[in-house]
């Protein structure tokens, strides 16, 4: 079981989280920033991260960093951009052995801050300013084949599109990469200008998730940001509409095999915590799990498709249902989808269906604390939401949901875009 999360602001927009868990003999520490997303600089920002990895002033190359990072137990960097609703959200972290297990009683903790702390805030650039060239080159690269691998996912890129064309203008629908003709323009100048931007405007959070004691990081981290110039601005959470305004259509056509049907619903108003653990549990019920609505009646009982099931997006307050089909069942399973969803909004579900939809959610978020990375993302998560509610503390509030909250989370549903990605009848 994971300890609380303890929060405190270290400077300016700064805040250091820490959960203890004495399983764990690593600790892992992450620099997060959290931006809007916009289109017009999705790209920038998510290169910074990226180039920053590479080295800072006193380890410019992978040489020295490798040495730095083999002298501290074979610690590990990553980086990683992520997308949160409306939010961007720019990670750099190492992963190190915690001091207990040190032969000569270093603090490796410290050292680790120390480093993570070098790369974000002493990267290497040049007497102009900028980032070396090759490195952004590499990293635009990089930006630019994981852009374009996204088609070959047919089933996630069909997801992605059912949210730019149902959210065409609101934030969410902006990607965390950017788009190809953003991510093509990304220069050593862009990007420099991009972490300028991103060290003096956006909210940092620090996050140290381990069996270790943080103070040592929270030092290192509060004392390298106070000699930064900051500003910070206080990013507000988009707010999306509740409900659908009519049924948005699209179909788009692309040399496949299995066509794939997204359909697209808002969820009402979301007033509190409980609403969303309602709409958690609904979902589940709904196109969760294997013995969910959707997979017993549309999958199995008609088979109409190869997969059916549903996601609610609690960064957004979205749903989604995707499914495979053969094109000559789109209409069938579309409308079947829609009657699953009645039946719900109607009770027609025991108390047996519902008591193991919540017993597999419970054991599903009850292992998020089985790795750093799992509990890391459970908090950050928590930290955007405004929360610091632990899994275990999660796991009771799903079970705690009613029959009655779970029919009223389905009446508040609105269908909003269908989206149908399909054969051009060109291939075979």
């Given amino acids: 079981m994971s300890g609380q999360l303890i929060r405190d602001s270290i400077g300016r927009g700064i805040h250091l989280s820490a959960v203890r868990d004495a399983k764990f003999k690593h600790n892992r520490l992450s620099a997060n920033f959290v931006l809007p997303l916009a289109e017009e600089t999705a790209s920038d920002n998510a290169a910074v991260p990226l180039v920053l990895r590479k080295g800072f002033r006193e380890c410019p190359d992978f040489t020295s960093l490798n040495a730095r990072l083999a002298g501290l137990y074979g610690a590990s960097l990553d980086a990683d951009v992520t997308k949160y609703g409306g939010w961007q959200v720019l990670e750099?972290?190492?992963?190190?052995?915690?001091?207990?297990?040190?032969?000569?009683?270093?603090?490796?903790?410290?050292?680790?801050?120390?480093?993570?702390?070098?790369?974000?805030?002493?990267?290497?650039?040049?007497?102009?300013?900028?980032?070396?060239?090759?490195?952004?080159?590499?990293?635009?690269?990089?930006?630019?084949?994981?852009?374009?691998?996204?088609?070959?996912?047919?089933?996630?890129?069909?997801?992605?599109?059912?949210?730019?064309?149902?959210?065409?203008?609101?934030?969410?629908?902006?990607?965390?990469?950017?788009?190809?003709?953003?991510?093509?323009?990304?220069?050593?100048?862009?990007?420099?200008?991009?972490?300028?931007?991103?060290?003096?405007?956006?909210?940092?959070?620090?996050?140290?998730?381990?069996?270790?004691?943080?103070?040592?990081?929270?030092?290192?981290?509060?004392?390298?940001?106070?000699?930064?110039?900051?500003?910070?601005?206080?990013?507000?959470?988009?707010?999306?509409?509740?409900?659908?305004?009519?049924?948005?259509?699209?179909?788009?056509?692309?040399?496949?095999?299995?066509?794939?049907?997204?359909?697209?619903?808002?969820?009402?108003?979301?007033?509190?915590?409980?609403?969303?653990?309602?709409?958690?549990?609904?979902?589940?019920?709904?196109?969760?799990?294997?013995?969910?609505?959707?997979?017993?009646?549309?999958?199995?009982?008609?088979?109409?498709?190869?997969?059916?099931?549903?996601?609610?997006?609690?960064?957004?307050?979205?749903l989604f249902v995707d499914s495979g089909v053969d094109a000559a069942n789109k209409q069938k399973a579309q409308d079947e989808v829609l009657r699953q969803l009645e039946a719900i909004q109607k009770g027609d579900f025991d108390d047996t269906q519902l008591g193991n939809t919540k017993l597999l959610m419970k054991n599903s978020i009850t292992s998020t604390g089985d790795s750093l990375t799992g509990l890391e993302g459970w908090y950050l998560a928590q930290i955007l939401r405004g929360q610091s509610v632990s899994p275990e503390e999660d796991a009771r509030n799903i079970d705690e949901i009613t029959r009655d909250e779970v029919i009223a989370a389905a009446r508040a549903v609105t269908l909003d875009t269908i989206y149908f990605l399909t054969g051009n009848g060109e291939g075979k």
């Fill in 92 to 318: 750099l972290s190492i992963k190190g052995l915690d001091n207990r297990f040190a032969l000569e009683n270093e603090d490796i903790t410290g050292e680790c801050a120390d480093l993570l702390a070098s790369l974000v805030l002493d990267p290497k650039l040049d007497d102009a300013g900028l980032f070396d060239p090759q490195d952004v080159a590499l990293e635009r690269q990089y930006l630019l084949d994981t852009i374009e691998a996204e088609i070959n996912d047919k089933r996630a890129y069909a997801v992605n599109r059912c949210i730019q064309v149902m959210c065409a203008d609101e934030p969410v629908s902006v990607r965390r990469y950017g788009s190809r003709a953003t991510a093509e323009a990304v220069t050593a100048a862009s990007a420099a200008a991009a972490y300028r931007r991103i060290i003096k405007d956006a909210p940092a959070e620090i996050l140290f998730v381990g069996s270790g004691d943080s103070g040592s990081a929270s030092r290192v981290f509060a004392r390298r940001f106070a000699r930064q110039e900051r500003t910070p601005v206080e990013n507000v959470k988009a707010r999306l509409r509740t409900q659908a305004a009519g049924v948005k259509e699209e179909t788009e056509r692309m040399e496949l095999n299995q066509s794939k049907l997204v359909m697209g619903l808002r969820t009402g108003a979301i007033e509190n915590a409980r609403d969303i653990s309602a709409r958690r549990v609904f979902a589940a019920l709904f196109g969760g799990t294997p013995f969910s609505k959707l997979f017993l009646n549309v999958r199995e009982r008609l088979g109409l498709c190869y997969y059916c099931a549903s996601r609610f997006d609690v960064s957004t307050g979205l």
